[in-house]
């Protein structure tokens, strides 16, 4: 497979359940992230990794929970949700973080869509 | 004021003319432009990116940028049915270390 890829495609869950979102690259990049894509909403970045270390974390609650083993995969650990989390989980990858003042495009995942019960 | 605001339409073209999406972006910080096409349903996908202040063409796209008005924007030239779709534009600034996104702009192309 080539790009960014993302399982599973849909996914409902109750308030109660404990899920996983599983994101992976194949581009060889660095730097990785999770967006929240709601109706109507910009895309809110949720977390960002950079050579598996957490540089950045958006006020997200904690029953969102992200694990980077490596810098080709990413995780969103799910549990306990609201109805109000339901909403299209997007990862991303570039190449870097950053290059000075500049950055790297991101590439996007087909996402996955999540609603919450 | 929204860090990255687009008007989110539905712009209407007929098909064949040019259509012209428009962002303007609050960080003077901001360098690094993005525009991303984003079919319903679909996960968004990279159109143009633009660094320096001027125009830079890719086939059909035209991305402009005007920093001193903190302006940018996106021709589609010969707009196509299969263009219509909702357009994001971004912002990255190197001082914040965020790419902040607008809402998009919807854009219907018809026959």
């Known amino acids: 497979e080539t790009g960014v890829t993302q399982t599973p495609r849909h996914l409902v869950m109750g308030m109660t359940n404990k899920k996983s979102l599983k994101c992976e690259q194949h581009?060889?990049?660095?730097?990785m992230y999770w967006y929240k894509q709601s109706a109507k909403k910009p895309l809110e970045l949720m977390f960002v990794?950079?050579?598996?270390?957490?540089?950045e974390n958006n006020s997200v609650p904690s029953r969102f929970s992200p694990e980077c083993p490596n810098s080709s995969h990413l995780f969103l650990h799910l549990h306990t949700l609201q109805p109000e989390d339901s909403a299209l989980y997007l990862c991303?990858?570039?190449?870097?973080?950053?290059?000075?003042?500049?950055?790297?495009?991101?590439?996007f995942g087909p996402g996955t869509r999540l609603t919450v019960l | 004021q929204k860090e990255v605001e687009q008007n989110s339409g539905p712009l209407s073209v007929p098909e064949g003319a040019i259509a012209s999406l428009n962002c303007t972006y609050s960080?003077?910080?901001?360098?690094?432009f993005f525009w991303y096409r984003q079919y319903s349903g679909k996960s968004p996908e990279l159109i143009m990116s633009?660094?320096?202040?001027g125009d830079k063409e890719d086939g059909r796209f035209t991305a402009q940028l005007n920093k001193a008005s903190q302006y940018v924007s996106l021709l589609i030239r010969d707009s196509q049915p299969s263009d219509s779709a909702t357009y994001l534009c971004?912002?990255?600034?190197?001082?914040?270390?965020?790419?902040?996104f607008g809402q998009g702009t919807t854009l219907q192309v018809k026959p």
């Open positions: 990794y950079s050579l598996e270390e957490r540089v």
């Open positions: 581009l060889g990049h660095n730097a």
């Open positions: 633009i660094y320096s202040n």
């Open positions: 991303a990858s570039s190449q870097d973080l950053h290059r000075g003042l500049l950055t790297d495009t991101q590439y």
């Open positions: 960080d003077r910080g901001s360098q690094s």
């Open positions: 971004a912002a990255y600034s190197g001082n914040t270390g965020k790419l902040i």
